[in-house]
């Protein structure tokens, strides 16, 4: 009597698909870390706002530095709203679209103080000497009044838009555009401080006043990136549609 042995293959275990809302609120979250990448230009651009750079010997390569870091962040600021667009808009496209929109205006308002910078580096390469100190002073209080209206109050616009969306929408727990609804006025009141010269960019109250809505933003990212969005009215549609073979 013989046995004939049977060998059985253990089937290798299947990898699930990432789904296309994981796709997004991956990429969506990654990009808004991304964002944070800017935080050494607060030390990298103080040499080149002193009112002597041009006539001085520079340090310039940690201004080009600062540089391609802000036009990282520009970039994947507006990747963080084409990215939430088509989620988003489904609660609400007219915000949804302003969302972009501000986002936008914020990329170009960094690149044009980016070009600022750039330009006072140029003088001083080309050996302009004390005849360009009153363009590049120019240059600099161009920078300082670029990123006032731009990195520093529109955060506060991004923050009302998409937290309004996010909130309502339910895509995220509740209390984290909440950080970002009470961040966004207070920030936006610093900046009218000021505008009109209250206080000064570096100081205290400044540096208090940006720090929820950077919470906000830093908090969305990370939540994103691992979590995703949360199961809500807009993921079923979105899931429904996307599983709903086509009519013949």
Not at 93 to 121: D, M, N, P, Q
Not at 175 to 189: C, F, H, M, R
Not at 193 to 212: C, H, N, Q, R, T
Request: one cysteine or more.
């Amino acid at each position: 009597m013989s046995t004939t042995a049977h060998t059985t293959k253990t089937a290798a275990p299947q990898r699930v698909p990432m789904t296309s809302l994981r796709k997004t609120s991956l990429t969506a979250g990654v990009l808004y870390l991304i964002t944070f990448v800017s935080i050494p230009t607060l030390f990298l651009y103080g040499p080149v706002k002193g009112s002597n750079y041009v006539v001085g010997s520079g340090p310039d390569t940690q201004v080009l530095v600062g540089g391609l870091l802000e036009i990282i962040v520009a970039l994947a600021g507006i990747g963080t709203a084409v990215a939430l667009y088509p989620v988003v808009k489904r609660q609400n496209r007219g915000v949804a679209l302003g969302f972009v929109g501000s986002r936008t205006l914020e990329a170009a308002t960094i690149f044009a103080g980016v070009v600022s910078l750039l330009s006072i580096v140029s003088l001083r390469q080309a050996g302009a000497g004390p005849d360009a100190l009153v363009t590049g002073q120019s240059l600099t209080a161009q920078y300082h009044w670029t990123f006032l209206l731009g990195q520093a109050l529109l955060p506060g616009v991004n923050a009302l838009l998409l937290g309004s969306l996010m909130y309502k929408s339910r895509l995220i727990p509740r209390w984290l555009p909440v950080l970002g609804l009470i961040g966004a006025p207070i920030i936006i009141a610093s900046v009218v401080a000021k505008y009109f010269g209250v206080y000064d960019e570096l100081s205290a109250w400044s540096g208090l006043a940006a720090l929820p809505v950077a919470v906000w933003e830093f908090s969305l990212g990370v939540y994103l990136t691992v979590k995703g969005f949360k199961p809500c009215a807009i993921t079923a549609e979105m899931t429904a549609t996307a599983t709903t073979p086509p009519i013949a």
